[in-house]
């Protein structure tokens, strides 16, 4: 029922860009947050960025502010994330996930553990 769906990961020289996809489907787009996270080999999953989908607030971790931009189109119950400068320390399995707006509301948008649908990932490597 409920899918969520990430493309866009992509083999990127460090300082090019890269645009990724969150396809959503079996929940109302619009009562939920979606997050994108990142994990890389040997680390913890970690937040990137979050979107409010009802009211469009954003919210990014330190690290990508003025490099990652997180977005959504509500008639096609997708967000995306922008990456421009790409590092090589972005490398990793990007996720998106969902969570209620009632919950999310509760918590803090970058805990991993406030979500309640998962995608499957995208990879995303950034050569030096």
């Known amino acids: 029922e409920v899918q969520l769906v990430e493309s866009g990961g992509d083999l990127v020289q460090a300082g090019g860009s890269l645009r990724l996809s969150c396809a959503a489907s079996?929940?109302?787009?619009?009562?939920?947050?979606i997050g994108w996270f990142r994990q890389a080999p040997g680390k913890e999953r970690e937040g990137v960025s979050c979107i409010n989908c009802r009211d469009g607030r954003t919210y990014y971790a330190d690290s990508v502010k003025g490099r990652f931009t997180i977005s959504s189109d509500n008639a096609k119950n997708t967000v995306y994330l922008q990456i421009n400068g790409l590092k090589p320390e972005d490398t990793a399995v990007y996720y998106c996930?969902?969570?209620?707006?009632?919950?999310?509301?509760?918590?803090?948008?970058?805990?991993?553990?406030?979500?309640?649908?998962w995608g499957q990932g995208t990879q995303v490597t950034v050569s030096s």
């Open positions: 079996g929940f109302t787009f619009d009562d939920y947050a």
């Open positions: 996930a969902a969570v209620p707006i009632v919950q999310f509301f509760r918590t803090r948008w970058s805990l991993p553990s406030a979500y309640v649908h």
